[in-house]
């Protein structure tokens, strides 16, 4: 059994994906790596099997990908990764540490954007504290097996299946904040503009929080391309 299982939802990833698990490459750590794809029509699950990964198949949607993925894992902590997401050079010291203990039980770390927009730089340093509206799945969500099976896994949510899952398990346990920062991609950022991309980002969350239907977010989070 491996120490973790390093899985990865994705769906037409081929131009991040070689490049995250290049990175993962040079880490010398107890993991195994779990492509999870929801259904790819560009050259994802070609690259994925060019690295030699494992890689299940499922239905498209990032939560249920990550089931999936748990599925066919074999570690005893997962590390949800965004396929469009760096881990830190000192990813596995920390969490090694961390998860000595046998009471921790589910972490993220920070998170900094592949770009120096001031915007992005100072959401950045709000990811050093957990809260509903500062802890997200693309700050790679680590939980030891057993809480992800108490949890039940990810809700089967179309969007916020990342708040959703880590709302419920702070009922159980403190997410803790590793001291490193992951590397994610500005994309979305990028294509509609940073303090648009933003806000709107903020709208979805409240409107997710005061009770709207998850499945009409996501159309207008589709519909915006965020």
């Not at 779990?34 to 560009?42: K, P, Y």
């Not at 509206?133 to 916020?160: C, E, S, V, W, Y």
Request: aromatic share 14%; charged share 25%; with cysteine.
């Amino acid at each position: 059994m491996y120490k973790y299982s390093i899985i990865i939802p994705t769906l037409n990833e081929e131009k991040f994906l070689p490049l995250v698990l290049e990175h993962l490459n040079k880490f010398d750590d107890d993991f195994e790596i779990i492509v999870s794809d929801g259904g790819s029509s560009d050259d994802t699950v070609n690259i994925a099997e060019s690295f030699g990964v494992k890689i299940c198949k499922g239905e498209t949607g990032k939560g249920m990908q990550l089931n999936k993925g748990a599925e066919c894992s074999a570690g005893e902590i997962l590390i949800c990764l965004h396929a469009d997401t760096f881990l830190p050079e000192d990813a596995f010291i920390f969490t090694n540490k961390l998860f000595l203990d046998s009471k921790n039980n589910i972490a993220t770390f920070m998170m900094k954007f592949d770009v120096g927009n001031f915007l992005l730089k100072l959401y950045s340093q709000f990811t050093r504290f957990d809260s509903i509206f500062t802890t997200f799945g693309d700050q790679a969500i680590i939980i030891r097996r057993k809480l992800f099976n108490q949890l039940g896994g990810f809700a089967k949510l179309p969007i916020f299946e990342d708040v959703e899952l880590l709302k419920r398990a702070r009922k159980f346990n403190k997410v803790h904040k590793i001291p490193l920062y992951v590397i994610t991609s500005a994309r979305r950022f990028e294509k509609k503009g940073y303090l648009k991309t933003q806000c709107l980002n903020g709208l979805y969350i409240l409107e997710y929080l005061a009770g709207v239907n998850p499945d009409n977010i996501y159309k207008k989070y589709f519909r915006n391309k965020l």
